[in-house]
């Protein structure tokens, strides 16, 4: 038996509703509750497709650092810059690892009925890596601008793209959790 055949509980016990089939959601009304044995599926799902996203990404970027290290400009640079690309690199190797961790995960595990377990570990897998990649992308960002911008203007702009990095990646999901969370005990009220 593998993951994703899990055995089903009965109907009246397994029903559950999440905030997206609650009938609250997009498209509600027409959406059947979901078990808990669809739920896990779904966000097993969901998380595969998060992890394609965000693999290539730190794939590419990862295998760019590696390459820096052999151009002939790579021995032009300061001892801070050096740093910076060394901190840049475990980085980029760290969400890597973080990122490809969930289907080494899903690959030992696979068959033994911990599902549920897997989605969460994955799930904080993928924040981690998340948070590695952002500093990844920052450090690097930081690295070529230094080359680049005179004076403290990279740090002003690395700053500034970290602030909407975060912004766009943990502040307005949290926010959007949050507005939910409000509009479900307004509603049960």
Same mark, same amino acid.
């Given at each position: $038996?593998? $993951? ?35 739920? =896990? ?72 009925? $911990? ?15 998340? =948070? ?29 793209? $970290? ?7 943990? =502040? ?18």
């Amino acid at each position: $038996m593998t $993951m994703t055949e899990q055995p089903v509980e009965p109907a009246e016990e397994a029903t559950t509703r999440c905030a997206h089939h609650d009938g609250r959601g997009p498209g509600s009304g027409a959406e059947a509750p979901e078990t808990p044995r669809e739920r =896990v599926n779904r966000r097993w799902n969901e998380i595969l497709q998060e992890t394609r996203v965000t693999q290539t990404g730190v794939q590419i970027l990862f295998g760019f650092l590696l390459s820096v290290a052999f151009t002939p400009l790579f021995r032009e640079l300061e001892t801070l810059d050096r740093a910076i690309y060394v901190t840049t690199v475990v980085l980029g190797a760290a969400a890597t690892g973080s990122l490809i961790a969930p289907v080494s995960i899903h690959r030992f595990l696979s068959g033994q009925r $911990m599902k549920d377990e897997v989605v969460e570990a994955a799930g904080r897998l993928m924040m981690c890596g998340m =948070v590695l990649l952002a500093l990844t992308i920052g450090c690097t960002l930081l690295l070529i601008l230094r080359f680049v911008v005179p004076g403290v203007l990279a740090e002003v702009l690395v700053g500034g793209v $970290m602030l909407w990095f975060g912004l766009c990646w943990y =502040v307005l999901p949290l926010r959007l959790r949050r507005r939910a969370a409000r509009r479900s005990r307004t509603g049960d009220a």
